[in-house]
T-cell receptor
Framework: GAVVSQHPSWVICKSGTSVKIECRSLDFQATTMFWYRQFPKQSLMLMAT?????????EQGVEKDKFLINHASLTLSTLTVTSAHPEDSSFYIC????????????FGPGTRLTVT | SQKIEQNSEALNIQEGKTATLTCNYTNYSPAYLQWYRQDPGRGPVFLLLIRENEKEKRKERLKVTFDTTLKQSLFHITASQPADSATYLCALPDTGRRALTFGSGTRLQVQP
């Protein structure tokens, strides 16, 4: 149980375009999902907390107008990178924990974004 | 501010030996601490959670200790195997919320 999927697993886009990444909890309902970004040889950095039915909470320094998060259902959160630039190239990972799993987070496989 | 430190240098050990990884933290009083495994190009996988009132926790070949006085956790893999080669991340909950802060991770390489 506790499987989280992400789609796509990798994407290449041109500078100035927007990219949407989906995060789904497959076998449980996730009231809270988290979006992380990881640059090469660095650890995961929390970008935002996505709450079902309400606005996301962004970490300091993360532009909410650039990284749009929508958590429209208990099993789906989306991250849209708007007007992407090469410096947005990174590994984006989502995680989820439901009401019954207050502490453990289950991570998706990640999405590799390359902006050319 | 909260800070988590893991040895950034890779740990190389021989197959069959015990690997010991360290996680130190400052300016924290966490209710629990977690360890994750991350393979290249993949998301982290949850391994173990240890609560502040637990000194030690085991799961198969894994053992975690948690010393809240020293503000340190040790992660042990006994009878290590080449398949254990990965980066191991220590994580603590942010104060007052479910989000996690991760250490930089320690890369373990088990030589056959």
């Amino acid at each position: 149980g506790a499987v989280v999927s992400q789609h796509p697993s990798w994407v290449i886009c041109k500078s100035g375009t927007s990219v949407k990444i989906e995060c789904r909890s497959l076998d449980f309902q996730a009231t809270t999902m988290f979006w992380y970004r990881q640059f090469p040889k660095q650890s995961l950095m929390l970008m935002a907390t996505s709450n079902e039915g309400s606005k996301a909470t962004y970490e300091q320094g993360v532009e909410k107008d650039k990284f749009l998060i929508n958590h429209a259902s208990l099993t789906l959160s989306t991250l849209t990178v708007t007007s992407a630039h090469p410096e947005d190239s990174s590994f984006y990972i989502c995680s989820a924990n439901g009401d019954g799993r207050l502490a453990e987070q289950y991570f998706g496989p990640g999405t590799r974004l390359t902006v050319t | 501010s909260q800070k988590i430190e893991q040895n950034s240098e890779a740990l190389n050990i021989q197959e069959g030996k015990t690997a010991t990884l360290t996680c130190n933290y400052t300016n924290y009083s966490p209710a629990y601490l977690q360890w994750y495994r991350q393979d290249p190009g993949r998301g982290p996988v949850f391994l173990l959670l240890i609560r502040e009132n637990e000194k030690e926790k085991r799961k198969e070949r894994l053992k975690v200790t948690f010393d809240t006085t020293l503000k340190q956790s040790l992660f042990h893999i006994t009878a290590s195997q080449p398949a254990d080669s990965a980066t191991y991340l220590c994580a603590l909950p942010d104060t007052g919320r479910r989000a996690l802060t991760f250490g930089s991770g320690t890369r373990l390489q088990v030589q056959p």
